[in-house]
C-alpha cells in the first residue's frame, strides 16, 4: 500500500478504503483457503495437512517473480521499498517463539481475525494475547532493547549474500519448491494408503 500513497499521491481517506478493502479479500482468501480451522493450520506441524507449506511455498515464488518482473520492466524502483533489517539473534528467538505460539494456539495474526469473525473464542484470546504482547514489548523496550538488536547484519536479500543474479536465486527457490510439492505429494500418498 505504502507505495500508492507515495507515488501517486493518493488521499489518505482513499489509502484508508483501499487497505480495508485489500485486507477484507485477504481475509476471504485465508476463509476459503480453510486457514480459519486450527486443525488445517497446524496440520503441517503433524504431517497431517500440507496445505499451509503450499501456499507459503507458492507465494514466495509468485511475489518474487511479481516483483523482480516489475523491477526489470522498469516499472518498480526497487530502492523505494522497504527492506528490513537483520537481527538474526532477536530474529531467530522471535521466531521460536511466533512457532511455539502458533503450534498451541493454531492460530497466527492473520487467522486468529479470520476464525475470530467465524465465530471461535479460542481466536479471540490469541488476539488479546497478541496485544498484551506488544504491550509488554513496547513499555518494556528498555529492557529488551539488547535482545531485539542483537545480531545486526544490515539488510541482506539472498542475491546479494550469494553474489548471484536474482533470477538464479529465483529460480533455485521455483526448483526448491517444485521438489518440494512433489515430495508433500508422494508423502500425502503414501499416508492416505
Known sequence: M???LKFYHVPFFWYFVLTLITGFFFGITLAISGF???????GVFFFDDMAVLKVMFSAIVVASIGLYLLVDLGTLDLTRLYIPK????SQLVGGLLFGIGFMLSGYCPGTSFVSLAYGSIDALF???GMIFGMWVFGFGYKL??????????GRITLDRLFGMNRWIIIGAVFVIAVF?????????????S
Open 86 to 89: 537483520t537481527y538474526w539473534i
Open 180 to 192: 518440494a510439492f512433489i515430495q508433500i505429494e508422494i508423502f500425502e500418498q503414501k499416508k492416505k
Open 2 to 4: 505504502a507505495p500508492i
Open 144 to 153: 529488551w532493547k539488547g535482545l531485539y538488536l542483537a545480531g545486526y547484519l
Open 36 to 42: 480459519y480451522d486450527t486443525k488445517k493450520l497446524t
Open 126 to 128: 490469541v488476539i488479546l
